[in-house]
């Protein structure tokens, strides 16, 4: 049982620049800060691990004013504790220094850790994907814009050799968004292309059923949140009677316990979760919420939440260990100018490592 004692911990801050006016039905988004997290032994300060906190503007819990005061914080008190760990005590150590209403530093601190016990390499979860050996089927996505920006994007992702297009929807007209869809299934059947959109909540429960059923002519594989969270018997509604399948995504923000994730999903049954390990608090959680999903039929698959490629990389280790044959939500490595150069590359819609690549330092 591997074992790293005396532990230091460290941060940088990482402003990434979009190459595009990247928008959501909650505005457009030009630059995401992210903290890069260190942590390596006293005596060995040459191996490093990294990780990644970078809370999601107007979404994560901790997106907040003070985060990177509240992060130096942390990162001190877990200094001074002069920490010793091994791969079984992660959680609790984490849950211990990090309070649940913090899930990107969370996600941040475990990440930097199970780097370490690896040997520093960005090695977070050993598997065949890491040894360029596996792919990962991903989705493109169809960012919020005007009209002609989003058909270029769909013709881009098309001829790029994506199987499965997600378009994000509510921002323009929806009959215009609907045109989208249907020039995708014109060209394209089901059976050639998956289609999945994400609505982010930008439907009013008064009208949602009736835009669902507009939606289901186009023959979708799923729909991300047709209204915010926090409806539950809205929501619960909607997944009985929806003509296509619902996922929940922002919905499991802020549900911690193991009592309350199974309450959400006992009383919404959704078809599908979409798990974001920077806004659920890690690796843990994730699993957690896995757990309970397919105890109940639920399916469910992994998506980045805007992260540079250390945090891209953690979850994309992390979803190939768990071989879920869903396309999975892992594009976001190319949005930045200033992105961290990684060994992730997307090859004809699928994520792969390759080790032949070397992580910048």
Same mark, same amino acid.
């Given at each position: 049982m591997?074992?790293?004692?005396?532990?230091?911990f460290?941060y940088e801050?990482?402003?990434?620049?979009?190459?595009?006016?990247?928008?959501t039905s909650?505005?457009?988004?030009?630059?995401k800060?992210s903290?890069i997290?260190?942590v390596?032994?006293?005596?060995?300060?040459?191996?490093?691990?990294?990780?990644?906190a970078?809370p999601?503007?107007n979404l994560?819990?901790d997106?907040?004013?003070?985060?990177?005061?509240i992060?130096?914080?942390?990162?001190?008190?877990?200094?001074k504790a002069?920490i010793s760990v091994n791969?079984?005590?992660?959680?609790?150590?984490?849950?211990?220094?990090?309070p649940?209403?913090?899930?990107?530093?969370?996600?941040?601190i475990?990440?930097?850790?199970l780097?370490l016990?690896?040997?520093?390499?960005?090695?977070i979860?050993?598997?065949?994907?890491?040894?360029?050996?596996?792919?990962i089927e !991903?989705n493109g996505?169809?960012?919020? *814009?005007?009209? +002609?920006?989003?058909? %270029?994007? /769909?013709?881009?992702?098309l001829?790029?050799?994506y199987?499965c297009?997600?378009?994000k929807i509510?921002?323009i007209?929806f009959?215009?968004e609907?045109?989208?869809?249907?020039?995708?299934?014109?060209?394209f059947?089901?059976?050639?292309?998956?289609?999945r959109?994400?609505?982010?909540?930008?439907?009013?429960?008064h009208?949602?059923?009736?835009?669902?059923d507009?939606?289901?002519?186009?023959?979708?594989?799923?729909?991300?949140?047709p209204?915010?969270?926090?409806?539950?018997e809205?929501?619960?509604?909607l997944?009985?009677?929806?003509?296509?399948?619902?996922?929940?995504?922002?919905?499991?923000?802020?549900?911690?316990?193991?009592?309350?994730?199974?309450?959400?999903l006992?009383s919404?049954?959704p078809?599908?979760? !979409?798990?974001?390990?920077?806004?659920l *608090?890690g690796f +843990?959680?994730?699993? %957690?919420w /896995?757990?309970?999903a397919?105890?109940?039929?639920?399916g469910?698959?992994?998506?980045?939440?805007?992260?540079s490629n250390?945090?891209l990389?953690?979850?994309?280790?992390?979803?190939?260990?768990?071989?879920?044959?869903?396309p999975?939500?892992l594009?976001?490595?190319q949005?930045y100018?200033?992105?961290?150069?990684?060994?992730?590359?997307i090859?004809s819609?699928t994520?792969?490592y390759?080790?032949n690549?070397?992580?910048?330092?």
């Amino acid at each position: 049982m591997k074992n790293i004692q005396n532990l230091q911990f460290s941060y940088e801050k990482l402003t990434l620049d979009f190459k595009f006016e990247a928008g959501t039905s909650r505005g457009v988004l030009k630059h995401k800060d992210s903290y890069i997290i260190a942590v390596n032994e006293k005596i060995k300060k040459n191996t490093v691990g990294l990780g990644e906190a970078g809370p999601l503007p107007n979404l994560s819990l901790d997106d907040l004013v003070d985060f990177e005061m509240i992060l130096s914080r942390v990162l001190d008190q877990l200094t001074k504790a002069n920490i010793s760990v091994n791969f079984e005590e992660i959680d609790e150590l984490v849950k211990h220094f990090v309070p649940a209403s913090l899930p990107s530093i969370r996600f941040g601190i475990e990440t930097a850790i199970l780097d370490l016990l690896h040997g520093g390499n960005r090695t977070i979860f050993p598997s065949d994907f890491v040894k360029g050996q596996q792919a990962i089927e !991903i989705n493109g996505l169809i960012w919020m *814009g005007d009209k +002609a920006f989003m058909l %270029e994007q /769909i013709d881009q992702k098309l001829q790029s050799g994506y199987n499965c297009i997600k378009m994000k929807i509510g921002a323009i007209d929806f009959v215009q968004e609907c045109e989208l869809l249907g020039y995708i299934r014109q060209h394209f059947g089901q059976e050639k292309i998956t289609l999945r959109v994400d609505a982010n909540g930008a439907f009013g429960s008064h009208e949602a059923m009736n835009k669902l059923d507009i939606l289901s002519q186009f023959a979708l594989h799923s729909i991300e949140q047709p209204i915010r969270q926090g409806q539950l018997e809205a929501m619960s509604e909607l997944c009985k009677k929806s003509p296509l399948p619902i996922a929940l995504d922002e919905e499991l923000i802020g549900v911690h316990s193991l009592e309350d994730k199974r309450s959400l999903l006992e009383s919404i049954m959704p078809q599908f979760v !979409i798990l974001k390990p920077t806004l659920l *608090g890690g690796f +843990a959680s994730c699993n %957690e919420w /896995i757990g309970i999903a397919e105890e109940l039929n639920i399916g469910w698959w992994m998506t980045s939440a805007l992260e540079s490629n250390i945090g891209l990389n953690a979850i994309a280790q992390y979803t190939a260990i768990k071989n879920n044959k869903l396309p999975q939500g892992l594009g976001t490595g190319q949005l930045y100018h200033n992105n961290i150069a990684s060994p992730l590359e997307i090859v004809s819609g699928t994520l792969i490592y390759d080790p032949n690549t070397i992580w910048a330092k």
